[in-house]
Nanobody, 120 residues
């Protein structure tokens, strides 16, 4: 079985920074895309940033220039550095990873979520 475990969520003041981490473990042969999504109360889950294996990151317009996604393939870990945080960034942040097995299709796995609250 595969598990994704996030960490790093916290309460932070507007303008502050946080770094989220997500480590994948278990039966993993390969990981292609990794990324972060978020869901605020009363809203649908939305993409924050994704990073393919060896490719360029992709960001939501609302976070471009403030957030940076990166990954450590040796540790099956994806990070999200969040700077200049705003109250509207408040949400539960979920990491995702597209993993094989199962072969040949692979599938998406999700973490349990970590709360980020931006408030003074």
């Amino acid at each position: 079985q595969v598990q994704l475990v996030e960490s790093g969520g916290d309460l932070v003041q507007p303008g502050g920074s946080l770094r989220l981490s997500c480590a994948a473990s278990g039966s993993i042969d390969s990981i292609s895309d990794m990324g972060w999504y978020r869901q605020a109360p009363g809203k649908e889950r939305e993409l924050v940033a994704t990073i393919p294996n060896g490719g360029r990151p992709n960001y939501a317009a609302s976070v471009k220039g403030r957030f940076t996604v990166s990954r450590d393939n040796a540790k099956n870990t994806v990070f999200l550095q969040m700077n200049s945080l705003k109250p509207e960034d408040t949400a539960v942040y979920y990491c995702s990873a597209f993993i094989k097995p199962p072969w040949p299709t692979g599938r998406d796995y999700w973490g349990q979520g970590t709360q980020v609250t931006v408030s003074s």
